[in-house]
Nanobody, 126 residues
Framework: QVRLVESGGGSVQAGGALRLSCVASGYINRSYCMGWFRQAPGKEREGVANIYPSGSTYYADSVKGRFTISQDKTKNTLYLQMNSLKPEDSAIYYC????????????????????WGQGTPVTVSS
């Protein structure tokens, strides 16, 4: 059983900031990368950022310099700090992880992941 619970979304004005959190529990491969992706209505799913156990990170060009991914392994929590938000950042944000033995269902950069939570909505107004 895998459980990923995202929180921290909300409505902000352009230029504002939000910090998303994702608490992970269950049979997740914790020696694997984790990440965030987003999906806006009528748009393709977009990988936003990933992080490896080594601490190396990847960011989509659209968020580079504005978003920061981090993790607290002691709390099994993944974070996404989002600054200088733009209306085009509006979407539902999902935290994703890997389960041992499962095939990838979403790629975030070069990180193949297969499980995610219910998502947290982010709305940025101009």
């Amino acid at each position: 059983q895998v459980r990923l619970v995202e929180s921290g979304g909300g409505s902000v004005q352009a230029g504002g900031a939000l910090r998303l959190s994702c608490v992970a529990s269950g049979y997740i491969n914790r020696s694997y990368c984790m990440g965030w992706f987003r999906q806006a209505p009528g748009k393709e799913r977009e990988g936003v950022a990933n992080i490896y156990p080594s601490g190396s990170t990847y960011y989509a060009d659209s968020v580079k310099g504005r978003f920061t991914i981090s993790q607290d392994k002691t709390k099994n929590t993944l974070y996404l700090q989002m600054n200088s938000l733009k209306p085009e950042d509006s979407a539902i944000y999902y935290c994703a992880a890997h389960r041992q033995g499962y095939s990838a269902r979403v790629w975030i950069g070069s990180c193949p992941l297969d499980a995610w939570g219910q998502g947290t909505p982010v709305t940025v107004s101009s």
